[in-house]
C-alpha cells in the first residue's frame, strides 16, 4: 500500500509514540490502515519499524527462529537495536512467560528507547501490563485517506472524471481493504451511475451485518418533494457547513433536524430527499429491529448501531418514527429499555461526531419525553401539517410528471382547491388510481378520471379528525411550520 495516501498521522498513536510510551495497545478492524499509520511514524521518528507475527516470525529476519513469542521478546531485549516493533496479535498467545517477557522488554526498553506496539480487533490487554500499555483505538480510515484512495485508484486506472467525493462518502465506514475491494468492483464500469451503484452494493451488504442499520442507495431528489418550503430552505442553507474541509465550519454544522406531523405529508421522503441534496450517503435505522430481541437486548442494539454509525460520517442517519415502542397509554413492559435508550440517545447526539447528521420523524411527537424536542439536542424541530391549496397543487403536478404525464393539460388549480384536508399520500393515490382507470378503458388521462378517483377517497383528516386536530393543537406552539404558508 502506497503510503502517500494517509495524509494525516493519527493524532493519539503519534502523541504516545512522541513522548516515549514503550508500550502500546492499538485497537483497530484495519491492519492495512495501522501499517500505514506505523510506517508514517517510524519514518517521522526514524526509527525502524519491525513486524512480528506467529507464522512468519520477526522481520527483518535475525537470522535466529522467531515464531515462538518468548523466543522474539528476548532476542529484543538483547539487541543492540532500538526499533518500533509491531506484534500483530499477540494476545492470541499470552502465557505466564510470554507476559513476563513482555514486562522485562518493556522495563528494559522504558530507559532506552524502543517501542513495542501490539494490535487486535478487540482491546486484549492482561491486568498484568495493564498499567504499563497505553491504549489507542484507531478508527475507520477518515473521508480525507478515502478520497486520496479514491483519487489514485481513479488515475491508476484511468477512470478519470468521476466524483471522488462522493464514491469516498459511500465508502466511509470500510476498511481500507475493504474500500479498496470495492473500487476493484469498478473495474471496467466506467459510468457515474454504474461506478456508484457497485459501491453502493458492497457497502448495503456490510451494513446488513449489523441489523438494525440499513443503507438506502438510491434516492429522490429534492424536486420530488412538493411545498414544505420554509423546511427545504433551512436544509438547502446548510448544505455548505457539513460539506465543508474546515474543520471550524463543520463543528457549527447542524446536528439534526426532528419532523413530527401528520402522517402522509412527506416527511420519509424528505428526508430521503436531504441524503440526496447534500450528496451523502442515507443510512435508516429500523426502531422495529432495535427492539425485535434478533440483534440482542434493545439497549445494546441501539447503542450498537449509534457506534457504527459513527464510522460512516459524512452521512446522514434516519430514525423513523422514533416514538414507536411508546405506547400511548405510556406504561407497557418495553417502556423502561424504551427511557434507557433515549436517555442514552440524547446524550449521543450531543457527543457524535460532527458531519453526521440525524433526521428523525414522528407522528406522535407528544408521546415523546420533552428533553428530546428542548433546543440544542436537534437544530430544529419541524412540522410538517397536510400541504395547503399551493402545496397540493404542486403535489398533483410531481405525481403526474413521475408517471409520464403532462401536468399543464390538467387544470390541477380546480383540483388543488377541491382536495382540501388531504395529505400527499392521498394525492399520489388519487393520481394513480385515476391513471390505472384510464389504461384500462385505452385511454388519455382525462380530468373525470382524476374526478372520479377523488370521490373514491376518504382522507385522514376526515377519518381521524381528532387525532388530527391533536397533533396539530400540540404542534403550533413547539415546532416551526414546514410551509410557508397558513392558509389551508
Ligand atoms: N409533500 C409531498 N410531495 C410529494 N409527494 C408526497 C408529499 N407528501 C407525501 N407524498 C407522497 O406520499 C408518499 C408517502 O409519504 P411519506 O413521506 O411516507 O409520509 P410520512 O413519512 O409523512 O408519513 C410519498 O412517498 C410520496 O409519494
Ligand atoms: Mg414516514
Known sequence: MNTSVVEAIHQDLAAHLQTGRALIFVQTPDEEYLEVQLKLMAASMNAELWTWQINDGLIPNQGQPTQDPIDTLRLLQQSEQRPLVWMKDLHLHYSAQVIRALRDLYFQWRQSGGMIVLSGPNVAIPDEIQRETALVQLEM???????????????????????????????????????????????????????????????????????????????????????????????????ELLLSDDDETRAIAPKGMLLMGVSGCGKSLCIKAVSSAWQLPLYRMEMVNVFSGANGPPEQAFAKACKTMESMAPAVLWIDEIEMGLSAEGSSQSDSALSRIFAYFLTWMQEKPA?????????????????????????????????????????????????????????????????????????????????????????????????????????????????????????????????????L
Not at 473500487?183 to 451503484?197: K, N, P, V, Y
Not at 378517483?453 to 415546532?479: D, F, G, L
Open 141 to 239: 480510515p477518515s473521508l480525507s485517506v478515502l478520497q486520496s484512495v479514491v483519487n489514485q485508484y481513479l488515475e491508476d486506472h484511468d477512470l478519470g472524471h468521476l466524483p471522488e467525493r462522493v464514491l469516498a462518502a459511500t465508502l466511509k465506514g470500510l476498511t481500507l481493504s475493504e474500500a479498496r475491494h470495492a473500487l476493484a468492483r469498478i473495474g471496467a464500469h466506467t459510468s457515474e451511475h454504474q461506478a456508484l451503484s457497485y459501491l453502493a452494493e458492497e457497502k448495503r451488504q456490510l451494513i446488513q451485518k449489523v441489523g438494525t442499520l440499513e443503507y438506502i442507495p438510491e434516492v429522490p431528489t429534492m424536486d420530488e418533494l412538493g411545498g414544505l418550503e420554509n423546511l427545504k430552505e433551512w436544509l438547502i442553507a446548510r448544505k
Open 355 to 487: 458531519g453526521l447528521f440525524v433526521a428523525a420523524t414522528a407522528n406522535r411527537i407528544d408521546l415523546l419525553p420533552a428533553e428530546m424536542i428542548r433546543k440544542g439536542r436537534f437544530d430544529q424541530v419541524f412540522f410538517v401539517d397536510l400541504p395547503r391549496m399551493q402545496e397540493r397543487k404542486e403535489i398533483f403536478r410531481i405525481h403526474l410528471a413521475n408517471r409520464g404525464f403532462d401536468p399543464t393539460l390538467y387544470d390541477l388549480e380546480v383540483f388543488a382547491d377541491s382536495t382540501k384536508g388531504w395529505n400527499g399520500a392521498e394525492i399520489e393515490q388519487c393520481v394513480v388510481s385515476a391513471i390505472t382507470s384510464a389504461r384500462l378503458q385505452q385511454r388519455q388521462l382525462e380530468l373525470k378520471d382524476l374526478y372520479l378517483a377523488r370521490k373514491q377517497i376518504v382522507p385522514i383528516s376526515t377519518t381521524m379528525e381528532e387525532q388530527v386536530r391533536h397533533i396539530r393543537n400540540w404542534a403550533y406552539e413547539r415546532a416551526v411550520p414546514a410551509s410557508k404558508t397558513e392558509e
